[in-house]
């Protein structure tokens, strides 16, 4: 298991050039309402900054994140990469841990490649339990950040 991305979502993908650094168009959650703009973190982990997409019809549901509720960026969630997710799901259940049932997912990056992954939703719990749990293509393009601060929770511990 190990670091997949961290995601931060935005009112408005205006907002995202205030970050200094350069971002990567990802593309479109069809459906979803969102757009994506991405940073390579190294060793295959990436920063997600999420919002709004302007060109996509309102979606039938709320936008994830609580993205339609922002009235400022934000931290909401960081995701692990692990090789079978049915098993960590399984593995974590008889922990006592129920992170949510895999959930398959897609984006179309700019130049029309369809991305697919699963992943858990994120569920109300401890902030030292990985909000979302999944494989995931890393950024095409972008920068690599020097170096991400902050204090994320010993991964060694959760079960992957």
């Given at each position: 298991?190990?670091?997949?991305?961290?995601?931060?979502?935005?009112?408005?993908?205006?907002?995202?050039?205030?970050?200094?650094?350069?971002?990567?168009?990802?593309?479109r959650?069809?459906?979803?309402?969102?757009?994506?703009?991405?940073?390579?973190?190294?060793?295959?982990?990436?920063?997600?900054?999420?919002?709004?997409?302007?060109?996509?019809?309102?979606?039938?549901?709320?936008r994830p994140?609580?993205?339609d509720?922002?009235t400022?960026p934000?931290?909401?969630?960081?995701?692990?990469?692990v090789?079978?997710?049915?098993?960590?799901?399984e593995?974590a259940?008889?922990?006592g841990?129920?992170?949510?049932?895999v959930?398959?997912?897609?984006?179309?990056?700019?130049?029309?490649?369809?991305?697919?992954?699963q992943?858990?939703?994120?569920?109300?719990?401890?902030?030292?339990v990985?909000?979302?749990?999944?494989?995931?293509?890393?950024?095409?393009?972008?920068?690599?950040?020097r170096?991400?601060a902050?204090?994320l929770?010993?991964?060694?511990s959760?079960?992957?």
């Open positions: 298991m190990a670091l997949d991305h961290l995601v931060y979502a935005v009112p408005d993908l205006a907002l995202a050039g205030d970050l200094g650094i350069d971002l990567s168009e990802g593309g959650h069809i459906g979803r309402g969102t757009r994506n703009l991405l940073a390579d973190l190294g060793d295959g982990a990436y920063l997600e900054v999420i919002g709004p997409d302007p060109d996509q019809p309102e979606p039938d549901q709320p994140f609580g993205i509720t922002l400022e934000k931290l909401v969630a960081w995701a692990v990469r090789k079978d997710i049915e098993d960590v799901v593995r259940k008889a922990q841990y129920d992170p949510g049932p959930v398959p997912m897609s984006r179309e990056r700019p130049d029309g490649v369809l991305l697919q992954w992943l858990t939703p994120m569920l109300p719990g401890p902030p030292a990985p909000d979302r749990l999944g494989q995931h293509t890393p950024p095409v393009g972008g920068c690599r950040a170096r991400a902050g204090a929770p010993d991964l060694r959760q079960p992957g």
